[in-house]
């Protein structure tokens, strides 16, 4: 092994590429006040919510309280962390559930509030950070102005939407002028977990998988597949789609998601499953873009790469869920030649980003 190859990583393109984190998470203060609020009045009738930040926002543990200190930094602490990994940008969005658990009023504020205090962030160190716009879905017409503001006005390169809202996915027609903002303004929509709705998280709750662990990504599988299924990309087809931690599996599904999808359009089985304009793994390779947010893993990351194609697989890390350097060192290994390490790393997010 070189020796470069045993030094910590560090930013500056030394490796040949740069490093550009495409799922990092930060809150401000006033969201997290709000969260607790929420949980200790007994305000929201979602278990999973209560479940995630009734721990994160009270527990003593060194995981709880580095998260809770690091999402609501967005200074010398964050750009230290970075620097100590080796991470030249982070493309930052508002952790879930964002303004997506809150009444619709309150939910637009909270998204004003968010993207505000990112933008003064991104213009304070313009050379490490990005920003994501927030909206508040359940306010369709107001979600559509704020991403144009968040866009046009600050200057944000996507959409940030922590899957469900209040227990209803972006496929419904309620949502849709998100998805038309988004089309218009040719900005992705990164779909991010949060904690499963109410109808299916207590199954996950009574054996503790309702994190990431495994309920995030079964939720956010859902949401992302039903707007391919629903038809909602055929609607929309020039929406792009960024989903994490691989795809939240569904590239592993590919094979079985269009066979099955044939043969129960086929049987007539349900009336809400219709013919589509492609095949479901072909909604995949061409609206959707995945990271390896989470997944340190060489064999997940190169696979993907096979079945979706070089140009569509994109790192992030998690900041600060999932932070460990040693993914870093993992992954600047990797055996792969410097071209698609290049893409991986830096290019695919400055084309799927347009930075």
């Known amino acids: ?32 006040q709000r969260f607790r609020r929420l949980i200790e009045k007994n305000e929201v009738d979602d278990p999973g919510f209560k479940s995630l930040w009734g ?41 879930s559930p964002g303004p997506q658990i809150f009444e619709r009023e309150e939910g637009a504020a909270m998204a004003r509030l968010g993207n505000d ?58 949502f849709w002028p998100v998805l038309e903002a988004a089309e218009a303004l040719d900005v992705p929509i990164y779909i991010h977990p949060t904690s499963p709705p109410k109808a299916m998280v207590q199954p996950m709750l009574d054996a503790g998988l ?7 990504g079964v939720e956010t599988g859902l949401a992302a597949l039903r707007l391919i299924t629903r038809g909602t990309l055929d609607r929309f087809p020039k929406v792009k789609i960024i989903i994490g931690h691989m795809g939240e599996a569904l590239p592993f599904w590919m094979y079985r998601l269009d066979y099955m999808h044939r043969a129960t359009v086929n049987s007539k089985r349900y009336a809400v499953m ?3 304009k492609k095949k479901v793994s072909e909604y995949l390779t061409e609206n959707f873009y995945i990271t390896n947010s989470g997944v340190a893993w060489e064999p997940a990351i190169k696979f993907s790469q096979q079945v979706l194609g ?8 998690d900041y600060p869920f999932q932070c460990d350097v040693d993914e870093v060192v993992a992954l600047d290994a ?22």
């Open 117 to 174: 205090v990112l933008a003064d962030a991104c213009k304070k160190y313009p050379d490490r950070f990005v920003g994501m716009a927030a909206c508040a879905p359940q306010d369709g017409a107001g979600a559509a102005k704020e991403i144009e503001r968040g866009v046009e006005k600050l200057g944000f390169k996507a959409v940030i939407i922590n899957s469900h809202t209040r227990g209803e996915f972006l496929d419904q027609e309620k």
């Open 55 to 95: 721990f994160y926002g009270a527990s003593p543990t060194p995981r709880a309280t580095f998260i809770m200190s690091r999402l609501m930094d967005l200074g010398a602490q964050r750009i230290a962390d970075m620097d100590e990994r080796g991470i030249d940008k982070q493309v930052l969005a508002l952790t």
């Open 1 to 32: 092994m070189p020796a470069n190859d045993k030094e910590p990583p560090r930013p500056g393109g030394h490796k040949g590429y740069l490093r550009i984190a495409t799922e990092e998470a930060f809150a401000p203060p006033e969201m997290m």
């Open 310 to 317: 070089k140009d569509r697989v994109i790192y992030a890390m």
């Open 210 to 216: 309702d994190g990431a662990i495994y309920g995030f």
């Open 334 to 355: 990797m055996d792969m030649n410097a071209a698609d390490k290049k893409a991986f790393f830096q290019t695919n997010a400055e084309r799927a980003f347009k930075l």
């Open 274 to 276: 219709q013919p589509l």
